[in-house]
């Protein structure tokens, strides 16, 4: 069974100015879902923890070695053993599932060699709410009551 231990957005920050510093070559990462909220969290100074952890950060990747790096993380390896989590490294046909005009409100940074690029918190939940089940819409309300919209 997975664990669900993510929960805050310094875990996410963690993992990728590890990654970041452990490429060997540039590559780059869109990172979605909850772990990419938690993201805008801690990148913002705020200070909440999600309120129902994840089990998971989606990162979209078109890197090679930064795609090794997720496989390694997958479901019931070493990594979710040390972390309580684990990655799940998604097809980046499912960036089309963000709003139109995404990449021009996303926040790209560079860490190490890894080039992050987060959409907006609005774009995020967005696709999210179209699922439409209820820990999507519980994160939507967490968003809103911890000031991640505004």
Known sequence: MPRRELKSGKQVA???AEL???LKAPGHMTLIGSAALLWHVHNRGLDAELSEASMDVDPVTDS???ATHCYEA???SEFE????WHVNLMPDTVLRELPAGWQDRAVTRQIGKLR????????LLAAKLKRNEPRDR??????????LLG
Not at 81 to 84: A, D, I, L, M, Q
């Open 14 to 16: 963690d993992w990728l």
């Open 138 to 147: 519980a994160h939507a309300e967490w968003a809103r009551s911890i000031g």
């Open 81 to 84: 053993r040390t972390h309580g």
């Open 20 to 22: 970041g510093a452990s």
């Open 116 to 123: 992050l690029t987060v959409p907006a918190p609005a774009d």
């Open 64 to 66: 090679e070695e930064v």
């Open 74 to 76: 997958l479901i019931g």
